[in-house]
């Protein structure tokens, strides 16, 4: 793992710790058990793809790098 993969790693283990301190579902039950846990998770990466496909169709596909952005899921949401 490169110095830039574990700054990567790192953001997103403290974003995710901040987050966990009072989760909230979207039927606004509380995070319980590791289902709940699954789903939260779910809903926070089909919200960041959501606002990734909003950014992508305001400023266009285009990374800088001659690569589009990808979900790497094919496009198809997890339930």
Known sequence: M??????IALSVLECLRD????????????????ADLRQYIYEQM???????LVMDG????????????SNGHNGHAHP
Request: without cysteine; positive net charge; aromatic residues 4%.
């Open 19 to 34: 987050d966990l301190m009072y989760p909230r579902l979207k039927n606004g039950s509380r995070v319980l058990d590791v």
């Open 58 to 69: 305001l400023y266009g596909n285009d990374n800088g790098h001659g690569q589009g952005v």
């Open 2 to 7: 490169d110095i830039n993969q574990r700054q």
């Open 46 to 52: 089909g919200r960041i793809r959501t606002n990734a």
